[in-house]
């Protein structure tokens, strides 16, 4: 009986987890950039791996004001995302994420305004991935930074190894 009810008990938490996550995913402010890119300004394409808990390549060079095209496939059986910001950012986000899959009610229903867990405002953008499927992301490499990484940051995905870095 103990068994049973340990096994439903972890069941129902990593049900209720994706549920967060994935609302936490859907909401505004963690889309596909909203920095009005088009596939006219790419100039190059990146293609990279999600499995699960690791990013392929872990470490991508890019040259100021590039814009590039990021395609993601998720190789794994989880839901992922992929998020460009400092490590400071990351952090935030990583936060906030654990917060909401805590139940630490996190308002997500204005992000982008202000009120909550706004990406833009922290210099991120990022996608999310379905198992099986890939992501697409437009963005231009800033100027003005020395150092970024990219990450999921679904709750236990980075601190498992599910980073990389950029080389600017």
């Known amino acids: 009986m103990t068994m ?22 859907a909401a505004p402010g963690h889309g596909g950039g909203g920095n009005n890119l088009t ?10 791996e999600a499995g699960d808990m690791w990013f392929d390549p872990e470490e991508l060079e890019l040259a100021a004001g590039e ?7 998720n190789t794994g059986n989880l839901e992922h995302e992929f998020v460009i910001g400092s490590k400071e950012a990351q952090e935030e986000h990583r936060q906030m994420m ?6 630490g009610g996190h308002d997500m ?4 305004h ?10 991120m953008t990022g996608v999310t991935i379905a198992p099986g499927e890939t992501g697409t992301l437009l963005w231009s490499v800033p100027d003005n930074v020395n150092e970024l990484e990219y990450a999921c940051n679904i709750p236990g995905h980075y601190e498992s190894g599910m980073y990389g870095n950029f080389s600017l």
Do not use: C, P, Q, W
């Open 4 to 25: 049973r009810y340990t096994l439903l008990t972890t069941s129902l938490f990593a049900l209720s987890l994706s549920l967060i996550t994935g609302a936490a995913l």
């Open 39 to 48: 596939e006219a300004d790419v100039d190059r394409t990146i293609s990279l």
């Open 67 to 73: 814009v590039v095209k990021f395609e993601i496939t």
């Open 98 to 103: 654990l917060n909401m899959a805590n139940g």
């Open 109 to 112: 229903s204005n992000m982008s």
């Open 114 to 123: 202000g009120g909550g867990h706004d990406m833009a405002s922290m210099d």
